[in-house]
């Protein structure tokens, strides 16, 4: 369904992008008219919303644990979300998730993310 990709090992202070598409077309008109969302899950730690955006590109939300580093974005030609990784620390070092949610709204809610891509695994070497 969804497909997130980018993930790999980087140095601290190093950047990253993540993409995440979806893998068939009645899932790309998911991406377009729904809010998405980056998640992450460390090993041992409960899964955690990184970013939000809403369905136009024009709202969006960062954790405060990621605020000024990590940037969400969309193409809404290509039904594409981004997640622009800067700044990297190893406490970022997770398996990072992206999930669109029900509405078209930016939200923070957990309960209304529902479809899931796989992950991909991002490592920040000190």
Same mark, same amino acid.
Request: hydrophobic fraction near 35%; include cysteine; charged fraction near 20%.
């Given at each position: 369904?969804?497909?997130?990709?980018?993930?790999?090992?980087?140095?601290?202070?190093?950047?990253?992008?993540?993409?995440?598409?979806?893998?068939?077309?009645?899932?790309?008109?998911?991406?377009?008219? @729904?809010g998405m969302g980056w998640?992450?899950?460390?090993?041992?730690?409960?899964?955690?919303?990184?970013?939000?955006?809403?369905?136009?590109?024009?709202?969006?939300?960062?954790?405060?644990?990621?605020?000024?580093?990590?940037t969400i974005s969309?193409?809404?030609?290509? @039904?594409?979300?981004?997640?622009?990784? @800067? @700044?990297?620390?190893?406490?970022?070092?997770?398996?990072?998730?992206?999930?669109?949610?029900?509405?078209?709204?930016?939200?923070?809610?957990?309960?209304?993310?529902?479809?899931?891509?796989?992950?991909?695994?991002?490592?920040?070497?000190?």
């Open positions: 369904q969804l497909q997130a990709c980018g993930g790999g090992l980087v140095q601290a202070g190093g950047s990253l992008r993540l993409s995440c598409a979806a893998s068939e077309a009645k899932f790309r008109r998911t991406i377009s008219n @729904n998640f992450r899950q460390a090993p041992g730690k409960e899964r955690e919303l990184v970013a939000a955006i809403n369905w136009s590109g024009t709202d969006t939300y960062s954790a405060d644990s990621v605020k000024g580093r990590f969309r193409d809404r030609v290509t @039904n594409t979300v981004y997640l622009q990784m @800067n @700044n990297l620390k190893p406490e970022d070092t997770a398996v990072y998730y992206c999930a669109s949610a029900s509405g078209s709204a930016a939200t923070t809610d957990r309960s209304r993310f529902r479809s899931w891509g796989q992950g991909t695994l991002v490592t920040v070497s000190s």
